[in-house]
């Protein structure tokens, strides 16, 4: 007969059954169900697709407020006016 290393207590069952009383099947397959559980799981991915979006909307405001930037912009829609005009 085995006994469980914590409680001293005989081991009726498998390796699952932790403390002889059926409460490691319980446990074992509460962790299995909160494994398999994806409850919130597109939020997350959203929150972090956000994000990424605002922290690359705060790399293109920097690199547009850059007077080299600007000027290139400047210059395109200034071409487009004239050509179209």
């Not at 469980?4 to 699952?16: F, L, Q």
Request: proline share 2%; net charge positive.
């Amino acid at each position: 007969m085995h006994r469980d290393e914590w409680s001293g207590r005989p081991s009726r069952g498998g390796p699952i059954d932790m403390d002889g009383w059926g409460r490691g099947r319980v446990r074992h397959a509460r962790v299995r169900h909160a494994l398999q559980d994806e409850k919130g799981a597109a939020t997350a991915e959203y929150a972090i697709i956000t994000v990424a979006a605002v922290g690359i909307a705060g790399l293109l405001a920097l690199v547009l407020r850059s007077d080299e930037v600007r000027g290139l912009l400047t210059d395109l829609v200034h071409r487009a006016l004239t050509i179209a005009g």
